[in-house]
């Protein structure tokens, strides 16, 4: 009886197994034709001072619509596109699309002074980024420092001394570099003092209880506190809520991003905004 039981649960198991797999190898082979077919595009979320609710910049964010026109998000397909290493063609898309935009922009007048762009450790890890990242300047035609790149602690802490010295190289083009997901990643801060950091990006799991929870208050104050005295630029993602800004402003935090202001956009729903105010709260724009 037992036995029998056992094997169907084994069964059940495999069966699972299977069809994991089996949609895993679809999603692979479905975002290979979706590179081809050109069916990613790049979104836009404005980047905003407190002082005084200005749009200075902009975070790319890659999203992939379908051909039955269905959008996806980055959390359902980059995380195999970075265990296949499709997030080195990928990456390259997103990196071109925000370089060429920002030409764009600047051509246009739009006093949008940079986009951030998230890079992958991938990306990083292939031999030739800081070349890559070389030739997408000079093919748009954007001067180095209206890019940011955007990496992750966990980036830093595992860095060999080859992702190191390519970091280096980058931020020694002219490009900025901030830390993403801020707080979440590992204890050892000793990177701050390592690496050329221009920004640090507060998690937005800090910023989602705010002002009511006293701890997250706690740690967003110190991760400004810090972030200030070592002359960093600080911001808070994932800002939803007038009291929410409110704290930030309150505390001394100079940059935010979030739903309050607007959701990532397509790019002329982004430039829009720009002529647009969001209301008595909203954003204003002006250049960095
Ligand atoms: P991230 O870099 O931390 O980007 C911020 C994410 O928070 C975005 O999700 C954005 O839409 C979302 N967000 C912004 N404001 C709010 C808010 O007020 N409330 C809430 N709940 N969420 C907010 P998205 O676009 O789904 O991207 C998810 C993650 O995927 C990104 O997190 C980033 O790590 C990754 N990603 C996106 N685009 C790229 C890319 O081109 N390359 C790579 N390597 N990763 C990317
Ligand atoms: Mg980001
Ligand atoms: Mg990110
Ligand atoms: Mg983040």
């Known amino acids: 009886q037992a036995k029998s039981r056992g094997g169907r649960t084994y069964a059940f198991y495999t069966d699972a197994l299977t069809r994991d797999a089996r949609a895993r190898v679809e999603l692979v ?15 836009y979320q ?3 001072r407190l002082e005084d609710q200005t749009i200075v910049g902009a975070e790319a964010l890659v999203r992939w619509i379908t051909p039955e026109g269905e959008m996806i998000g980055p959390d359902r397909f980059i995380p195999v596109a970075e265990e296949t290493g499709l997030i080195v063609p990928l990456g390259d898309f997103v990196l071109a699309t925000a370089c060429t935009q920002m030409a764009r922009w600047r ?5 949008c ?3 951030a762009v998230n890079i992958s450790a991938g990306q990083l890890n292939a031999t030739d980024i800081c070349a890559k990242t070389e030739a997408a300047l000079a093919a748009a035609g954007v001067p180095a420092d209206s890019i940011e790149f955007e990496i992750t602690e966990s980036m830093l802490f595992g860095a060999d001394s080859g992702a190191e010295s390519k970091l ?21 801060l000793a990177y701050l003092k390592r690496f050329p950091i221009s920004r640090l990006k507060i ?3 800090f910023v989602r209880d705010l002002p009511a929870s006293a701890v997250d208050g706690e740690l967003v104050r110190a991760m400004i506190a810090m972030a200030r005295a070592l002359d960093i630029e600080i911001l808070a993602e994932g800002v939803e809520e007038a009291a929410q800004m409110a704290f930030l402003v309150a505390n001394g935090c100079t940059f935010g991003q979030g739903y309050f202001w607007s959701r990532p956009l397509p790019p002329e729903r982004f ?3 720009f002529s647009n105010a969001f209301g008595a709260a909203g954003a204003k724009s002006a250049s960095r």
Do not use: C, M, W
């Open 113 to 115: 002074a940079f986009v």
């Open 168 to 188: 280096k190289r980058i931020a020694e083009l002219g490009v900025r570099i901030a830390i993403d997901d801020f707080g979440t990643g590992y204890s050892s």
């Open 271 to 273: 430039e829009a905004l």
């Open 29 to 43: 082979a479905n975002l290979r034709r979706a590179l081809a077919e050109h069916e990613f595009t790049v979104h």
């Open 46 to 48: 404005p980047i905003v």
């Open 107 to 111: 051509t246009a007048g739009l006093p």
């Open 203 to 205: 998690d937005q799991s």
